[in-house]
Structure formats: structure tokens, C-alpha cells
């Protein structure tokens, strides 16, 4: 039987982290990010530089009024960390979006930077 070790990573600074993605531009992006990250998306999933993750995020304040209830998070080591959240968000057209959100971060000197990031849309048949 293993035993659970206690998470030691602040939850909530990460989830600070996490909602600048949603609404930084690529400044916060080359801020925040790793120097490489796995993302995977439904039209994209690839590793991307720093520097295209960064362009992705051209327009700031692409989303308002998210709302993030997380699912789960594990640290399964001192200087990574990953958790799995629900997101709700208005698009900066109106349009309503909502997803199973996962992002790892590993932990470096400046901080904790996004290394993996995935979304899964949730069918608005199923809300």
C-alpha cells in the first residue's frame, strides 16, 4: 500500500497562473510558459516553442467571466505539478465555451512555468 504524500505546491498560486493564460496576451505566455510545451488541443496537438506558444495569445482578453472548478491536481515530484480542472467562459464574440482543462507545471528558478497544456470541449448537449 503506498502512501499518499501531501501536495506541497500552493494550489492557489497555480490557479492564479492558470487564469492569466485565459486572459493574458503573449507577454504573460513568454512569462508563464516553459521553454517547450506539449499541447494538445482538438484541431492541434504538437510541441511548441516559448516563442509559438506566445503567438497564439495575440489578443489579451480573449475570454470573460470563466469560471474554473478543479477536478484534481497531483505533484508527483517536488518541481512538477499537474491539475485537471473544468472551465466555463465567454468568448470575446459572446459565444459560450466550456472544457475539461488538464496543464502541468514544472517548477523552475523563476517560478512555475506551463510545460503541458490539453483541452477537451464538453458537448453543450451534455451541460
Known amino acids: 500500500m503506498t502512501t499518499k504524500k501531501p501536495i506541497t505546491a500552493n494550489k492557489q498560486e ?6 492569466g493564460f485565459w486572459s493574458g496576451g503573449s507577454a504573460y505566455y513568454e512569462a508563464n510558459a516553459d521553454m517547450e510545451c506539449l499541447v494538445a488541443f482538438p484541431q492541434m496537438a504538437k510541441a511548441m516553442t516559448n516563442a509559438e506558444l506566445a ?8 475570454w470573460r467571466d470563466l469560471d474554473i472548478t ?39 528558478a523563476d517560478g512555475w512555468k506551463m510545460m503541458f497544456h490539453a483541452q477537451t470541449p464538453i458537448d453543450a448537449a451534455q451541460d
Open 70 to 108: 478543479l477536478k484534481g491536481m497531483v505533484e508527483p515530484g517536488s518541481d512538477i505539478v499537474m491539475l485537471t480542472y473544468e472551465a466555463r467562459a465567454t468568448r470575446d464574440n459572446g459565444e459560450s465555451y466550456a472544457a475539461l482543462v488538464s496543464t502541468g507545471y514544472v517548477h523552475r
Open 14 to 19: 497555480l490557479l492564479d497562473i492558470e487564469k
Open 55 to 62: 503567438a497564439t495569445a495575440s489578443e489579451p482578453n480573449r
